[in-house]
Structures are given as C-alpha cells and as structure tokens.
C-alpha cells in the first residue's frame, strides 16, 4: 500500500464525478502550501486537546498553538468531544473512542485508506466526527461524500466488535460556523457504498469512464489549467449564435452558470504560462515584463532619528490606530474579547452578492433592506 492511497476520501467529491481526473492527476506534482502546513499543526493540536479532555493519554510532547485562534479552534474541537462523550456515559452508555485511527477501505475503494479523526461509538449508534480548520470553504455533513467513505470504514472496523444501527457525521469547522450534522441507518450507508460508492471508484482507479469538468470538480485538481477536457467545457460557451444585440438578463444567467469555474481556469492557464516562461521558454504572444511595485523604508529607526533631529514631533511622524478586530481577536483570545468589549462590536449585515439558485444561504431582499433602512 502507498503513503498516499490514489482515491483519497478528501478528493472523491471529485474522483466520483470525474472518474478520470485521477490518471490525469498521476504525473502531476503535489504542491505543498502554507494553508497544509497549518492544517498538519491544527490537527495534531485538535487530537491533542480532544484526548486530554476525555483523558486518554498523549505520547511526547504537547503540541503548541500557532496562535490564539489556532488553540480557540481546537478547544471548541475539544469540548464537542468532551460533550459527547459525557452526554453518552451520563445517558447510561459505556462509550468506547478513538482518535486518528486509519481505516480500511478495500471493500468499496481499490488500495483506498483513510484516516478518522475522532471516533465515538455506544449503544448502536457511531459517531465519526472530522475537524476541519479550513475557512475558504464551509463544508457541510449533509451529503458529503468524504465523511460518508469515513463513515463505511469506521463502520467497517465498529462492526467486528458493535452492533451498529445508526452512523452520525459530524463536521466541527470553527472558523466558518461550527458543527454540521448528518445521520443514515446503516443499511442507508452500506447500500450507497455498494451501488454509488463502488462502481466510481473501480473506473477511477482503471482509469476508466468520463471527464466531468466542473466548477466543484476542477476547483483543487492538480490537473486544472492544463485539462483538455477542461478547456473544451469552456469554450463551447462561444460555440452558440444567440440572437443579435442585446443579451436578455435569462441568456446572460445561463452564461454564468454555464461558465462557473472559468476564473480558476484561467488562473489555471496563466499559471502554466508564466511558469513556462519564468523557465526560459518562449509563448507566442506572451512576454515577462516587470509589474509595479511600492516605496518602501529600508531604516525606520534611522528615518525617525534624522526626522527628530531636524524638530519633528513623534506624533507628527507616527501614527496610532486600534487594532482590527481580527487581530485584536487573536490577541485577546474569543472568550476574553467577548467579555470585555462583546458589546462594543456589531457585524452590520453584508452586501448584495450574486449566488446559485443552489446556494444554501437564504435570498438576500434588496425591499427589506430599503424599508429596514427607512425604519431605523
């Protein structure tokens, strides 16, 4: 088995659909961020701070927070935990956990493996709960086909031992909204995994079946810019002839549904443009030239020295401002910014933002908001 199992649970909203992204991606070179590197850290601190809660033991060293906001996350982690682990033994269960246990996925994903962050099972009922640190996007249990492959391998490992009628899913995502929950029967997930689950995943590790470029399925693919498939999505947006003149607001709705994802896909292909030439290679009709850029101090300490030698006042060559919240937040901790200035913060509604029609937020009434003007 591989370190890292080719259909991985985190990519099968993808590899579902587009059963031939994972042959593209092969050759492909996996690109490290900063945003994985956090995610690593806030997941050994969320294990850490769960088990000590419900007092299972730590091997080695604790972890440490990167900052304020890394630590609030991985105790509201924590305390979720906590709870329903408590909840259940005061209910009279004998509650059995686990943390960061690898699963085993090879009756429904060829050499597929994966890893549960926290296991809760007592009284017919298993619990996998995910942590998940992200803030770009909010993710939901509902559906999800990630949690739901988690869910077959825990319930792969629960039943040696358990009687399992009921899997409940649970996202913690504390930076955009907290828990997401979803519950199937277990004749409910096993049928899914036999009949959806199954099938996808044998032609996506043959390398078999059909693109599916997408809005969803390109967003991380490795492969998106360079995609064929991908490309001819896009421009079969210019194959039609509407009517001449104007657009009607309908045609230009179409348009944009129809070209959702473009924006990443051309982001896509600069970045393979760029990159060709930043390596000495030439692009027809493109060129490197250099971008704008700000004045900048090489020497505050020394700016302020000489400016207070000719007679300027500290106050006239510095400036002083609150910080923003975001920052205040982190240096005060959540709990204690709440207690001392809570009241003192507002967050005004937001803006106008054009969505899908299946976007799970509730529509925006541009009315209300005029008449909520008027009565305030």
Known sequence: MTAHAKLSPSA?????????????????PDEASAYAAEGTQAHTLAEFCARTSVGLSWGGKPPEAADQEMQDAADEYAAFIRETFLNLKDEGADPHIETELRLDLTDWIPEGFGTADCLIVADGTLHVIDFKYGKGVKVDAEGNRQM???????????????????VRMVIVQPRLGG???????????????????????????DGTGEFCPGEDTCRFCKASGSCRAQADHFLTLFDDN??????TTEEAGELL?????????????KGMVFGALMDGGTVPGWKLVEGRSTRK???????AK????AKYKVSEIYEKKLLGISKMEKLLGKKQMGDLIGDLIEK?????QLAPASDKRPEYSPQEQIMEAFDD
Not at 148 to 156: F, K, M, P, Q, R
Not at 242 to 247: F, K, T, V
């Open 12 to 28: 099968a909203s993808r590899w579902m659909r587009c059963t031939m992204a994972p042959t593209l991606e092969a050759g492909l």
């Open 148 to 166: 739901s492959i988690y869910a077959l391998g825990a319930l792969h490992w629960a039943q040696m031992v358990y009687d399992i009628d009921v």
């Open 179 to 205: 828990i997401s929950e979803w519950a199937q029967t277990t004749d409910a997930l096993l049928s899914w995994g036999e009949d959806v689950l199954k099938p996808a995943a044998r032609k996506a590790f």
């Open 242 to 247: 509407p009517a001449p003149d104007l657009l």
């Open 257 to 269: 549904q129809r070209a959702a994802g473009m924006d990443e896909w051309l982001k896509g292909l």
């Open 297 to 303: 101090y090489t020497d505050e300490d020394e700016i």
């Open 306 to 309: 000489r400016l207070r030698k």
């Open 348 to 352: 005004p509604r937001g803006s106008a």
